[in-house]
């Protein structure tokens, strides 16, 4: 069994035989055999007898199955046909095109950034709401502190107020 370099919708370009040059998206991947299939590529012709007095027979057209060492991945960012380089990014390893260094894998990369992102932030969240909260409550305690001074006067005046008219 074979550890392919080659995922299903990545867009590559035939190196050998009849379809020589010509670029599709990989349909399926069969590592066990070391093959894919490629849209529109490769086309067969298959015979099908009818097997039952419902089924129909005819002639068939389908994607045949190339060979891994005949297709090569077209990087999206620099739209050559690359090799694949493995790298571990964090704790996910991830496919870089070997010209330019892109990240061939950039919506599983994309995920497992927002999540890191997701967290940090949410813990950053947290410090802050317990930091708020604190400054909040400190102030509350000063504007308690400041509208009951100002009651205290105000009932103290209004009391002189009163003395002196009697």
Same mark, same amino acid.
Do not use: W, Y
């Given at each position: ?8 919708? @990545? ?15 990989? #349909? ?5 055999? *070391? ?26 057209? #389908?994607?045949?199955? #190339? @060979? ?36 061939? @894998? ?6 497992? &950034? ?6 940090? +932030? ?11 909260? &604190? ?18 006067? *105000?009932?103290? *005046? ?5 003395? +002196?008219?009697?």
């Amino acid at each position: 069994m074979a550890n392919l370099k080659i995922k299903k919708g @990545d867009t590559v370009v035939i190196l050998a035989g009849k379809e020589k040059g010509k670029t599709g998206e990989v #349909l399926e991947c069969f590592p066990k055999e *070391s093959k894919v299939t490629v849209k529109g590529l490769n086309m067969i012709v298959k015979h099908n007898k009818p097997r039952s007095a419902q089924d129909k027979g005819g002639i068939v057209r #389908l994607e045949g199955k #190339l @060979d891994i060492s005949n297709v090569m991945v077209i990087c999206p960012n620099c739209n050559k046909a690359t090799r694949v380089e493995m790298e571990i990014a964090g704790d996910k390893k991830v496919r870089k095109c070997k010209k330019c260094g892109a990240v061939l @894998d950039s919506k599983k990369v994309v995920k497992a &950034q927002k999540k890191d992102d997701k967290k940090k +932030s949410d813990v950053k969240e947290v410090k802050a709401k317990k930091t708020t909260s &604190q400054k909040e409550k400190s102030e509350a305690k000063e504007t308690k502190s400041k509208t009951t001074e100002k009651k205290a006067k *105000s009932t103290v *005046s209004k009391k002189s107020t009163v003395k +002196s008219e009697a």
